[in-house]
């Protein structure tokens, strides 16, 4: 406790704020098979497969890194479905939305974060469908490959369920983003659905999107 409160005096956060220290700076092992499923170019040493991370809330102060991480995504035009052409504050205004929960994956020390990866976690759908969770995960491109997206997935598996929901949903997985798919499937998710030619890939035109759903 006294630790948390530590952190949070540094970053402006009032400890009522945040939720259980269960869950906040948790430490999440990474799945060794991850490292091989994620992402061109893959470095194994970032993060390294031995290490293990925390996963705290996004804030105000890691807009910057959040912006380095959502950028390239946009703008590849590969595996999202947001505008390329976004700028800084539309990203942001967006990933840190009232409803969503922002985390962020950090492999630095206390009080200097080296953030990898980011997720969100919301409400699938308004009122009668809020039971069921949604999720949305990216990686600094310099961290493909290091097991992040799988340490995230982990946690937010978690997260949603003390948060009780009762299921977790991905409702816009690109069917081309094969990489993605495996390791959703290998923890738990499978395919429930399939929009055909949902996606304007920007290197292939237009593809698949497939929903992808596990119970919690």
């Given amino acids: 406790q006294g630790r948390l409160q530590e952190v949070a ?63 390239p995504t946009a703008r590849a035009g590969e595996t999202w479905a947001i505008p390329r052409d976004w700028t800084r ?18 492999r630095g020390t206390l009080g200097a974060r080296d953030v990898v990866g980011t997720y969100f976690l919301r409400p699938a759908q308004l009122g009668p ?3 069921v969770a949604n999720a949305g995960y990216m990686v600094r491109p310099d961290a493909w490959g290091g ?9 937010s598996i ?28 290998r923890k738990g998710f499978r395919i429930i659905g399939r929009s055909p030619g949902a996606y304007m890939h920007a290197m292939l035109g237009a593809v698949d999107a497939v929903m992808m759903h596990r119970t919690l």
């Fill in 9 to 71: 005096t540094k970053r402006g956060v009032t400890v009522s704020s945040l939720p259980p220290v269960s869950t906040w700076a948790e430490v999440i092992e990474l799945d060794p098979r991850d490292a091989r499923d994620l992402g061109p170019g893959c470095d194994q040493h970032v993060g390294g497969r031995d290490r293990a991370r925390r996963a705290v809330f996004a804030d105000d102060l890691d807009h910057d890194a959040l912006w380095t991480i959502i950028e």
């Fill in 89 to 106: 504050d539309d990203a942001l205004r967006y990933w840190r939305a009232p409803a969503h929960e922002a985390w962020v994956a950090d």
């Fill in 129 to 131: 469908g809020s039971h």
């Fill in 147 to 155: 097991g992040v997206a799988g340490a995230m997935c982990d946690h």
């Fill in 158 to 185: 978690v997260r949603a369920r003390e948060r009780g929901f009762s299921a977790l949903q991905f409702n816009f997985v690109v069917s081309t983003n094969a990489r993605a798919i495996a390791l959703w499937e």
